[in-house]
């Protein structure tokens, strides 16, 4: 690929996939959005919505995989976009560098806030006196993200080891949680209640309700990217790296369907619990009691904390790779690895700083900071779809040893027409009426990203950055490896 090997490898293929099963993290996606969910579509949409989406994200999955195996690097996503462009590379790695950046930040800062959260809900069942207040949840989510950085800082090794540890997490947590909506209720919904359709958002046309809905699914699949970010220190990354995508998101589909089945199942109110503050955690306490649904509330804590730690871990991967080709401000600064635990420390901690930055205006409204991290969806979506979408217009498009073969563009146009209809769901106004409190930031986020990132562009970073930099020849790149 062009670059002196720096990081090294210790991923082996089962680590590689957990990254990204972790980052997906099926148990604390669908916590976070389970009520949405439940006002926009109800189980219908739910279930059935799941199953619909998950396939659509295969289909993008595998045609990331098939890039990622012809360009396995930490630049991932920036810098195939910057190889498969037939001109203006600079400017297509340019852009797609930075929405994968912002979408990453902002996916970190969201996991890490849902994290604090739930981490306060769980105080306030225990010690009912405790109330919680959005600047207590801000100052969690800075503890949080200092212990993630502190992680990272350490060898790669050590990351493996977290993000093995949390595939078992999530899925013996999976099968606690699943048996105990099975088993502990006196009574379940009927068969049929996979059907009940309900709409709350405030907008008459169902059909618009029920389409936002599909977001739930959309909200818990991002990150899968991870993989990818990770191939440089993965081994037989042009195979690894490519299944380890697919296979996260096939395992994710799976048992996040089981998982989706027994919560919708174990509903008891339906009103009470779409109405409350917490819906999946009131559906935990009206089927299994407040003891219970304590135990299990912590399970979902620790699988919201496993995936802000592999967010952060590919976030410093992807600011590594960009630095290294000059595309951030003080880029010899983060792309500098430690000669101790080869891992690019500086850039740890700017990947745990930032997600700060954007958690800092929920001190004062809970409102600005979701305007700030609703464009982690839309960025990290866009990111995907540029390199498809240009390996899609490539007739000469070289692939790696994993491959679609004659498929692989059918499955790319798939893969970029929902990556469009999902974004374009991701930016119309998601409640009715539209208030200051309701209205949807994602358009306006993006917008900023986007004006800041011309306007950078266009005034120095078009004259310096050229795309994906090679350091020489092969052989001269093989004797600096590790320098």
């Not at 745990?352 to 930055?357: D, S």
């Not at 798939?414 to 998601?430: C, D, E, G, Y």
Request: glycine share 8%; hydrophobic share 55%; with cysteine.
């Amino acid at each position: 690929m062009g670059y002196p090997r720096k990081l090294t490898r210790r991923f082996r293929a089962f680590d590689n996939f957990a990254i990204s099963f972790t980052i997906i993290n099926i148990i604390s996606g669908i916590f976070s959005s389970f009520g949405f969910g439940m006002n926009a579509g109800g189980p219908r949409v739910l279930v059935f919505g799941w199953i619909g989406v998950s396939i659509m994200v295969l289909f993008v999955g595998a045609a990331m995989g098939e890039i990622a195996s012809a360009y396995p690097t930490s630049g991932a996503l920036y810098f195939s976009a910057g190889k498969l462009a037939k001109r203006h590379r600079g400017a297509w790695s340019w852009y797609t560098g930075w929405l994968n950046f912002v979408g990453q930040v902002g996916g970190t800062a969201a996991t890490n806030f849902a994290a604090a959260t739930f981490i306060q809900a769980f105080i306030a069942m225990q010690w009912p006196s405790y109330v919680a207040t959005p600047q207590q949840t801000v100052a969690i989510t800075a503890v949080i993200l200092l212990l993630q950085a502190l992680a990272n800082t350490y060898t790669v090794r050590l990351v493996a080891v977290f993000n093995r540890i949390s595939v078992w997490w999530l899925l013996i947590g999976l099968v606690v949680i699943v048996t105990a909506l099975m088993i502990i209720p006196d009574s379940h919904q009927p068969a049929s209640f996979v059907t009940h359709f309900a709409n709350n958002t405030g907008f008459t046309n169902a059909i618009y309700g029920g389409m936002l809905g599909l977001l739930v699914t959309s909200w818990t699949f991002t990150g899968f990217d991870g993989s990818f970010h990770m191939s440089e220190e993965t081994v037989k990354a042009t195979v690894n790296a490519p299944r380890g995508i697919m296979r996260a998101i096939g395992y994710s589909a799976l048992t996040g369907l089981i998982l989706m089945l027994a919560l919708v199942y174990a509903i008891k109110d339906y009103g009470h619990a779409a109405s409350a503050d917490a819906p999946p955690v009131q559906i935990l306490i009206d089927a299994l009691g407040a003891g219970t649904a304590k135990l299990l509330l912590l399970i979902v804590i620790g699988a919201m904390l496993f995936c802000g730690l592999a967010n952060m871990t590919s976030n410093t991967r992807q600011i590594f790779a960009f630095s290294r080709d000059g595309a951030m401000p003080g880029s010899r600064w983060w792309h500098s690895v430690s000669a101790r635990t080869r891992t690019p420390v500086k850039a740890v901690w700017l990947a745990a700083a930032c997600p700060l930055v954007l958690v800092l205006p929920g001190w004062w409204s809970h409102t600005a900071f979701t305007a700030v991290v609703s464009v982690n969806v839309v960025g990290l979506f866009l990111a995907y779809g540029v390199p498809i979408f240009l390996r899609l217009r490539l007739d000469d498009f070289r692939p790696g040893p994993w491959n679609l073969g004659r498929f692989g563009k059918p499955v790319a146009f798939i893969a970029v027409t929902w990556i469009v209809i999902s974004n374009v769901l991701f930016m119309l106004p998601q409640a009715s009426p539209i208030t200051p409190a309701s209205f949807n930031y994602a358009p306006i986020a993006l917008a900023v990203v986007l004006v800041i990132a011309t306007v950078w562009w266009f005034a120095t970073a078009r004259r310096r950055f050229q795309g994906p930099v090679s350091y020489g020849r092969p052989d001269e790149v093989a004797a600096m490896d590790l320098i």
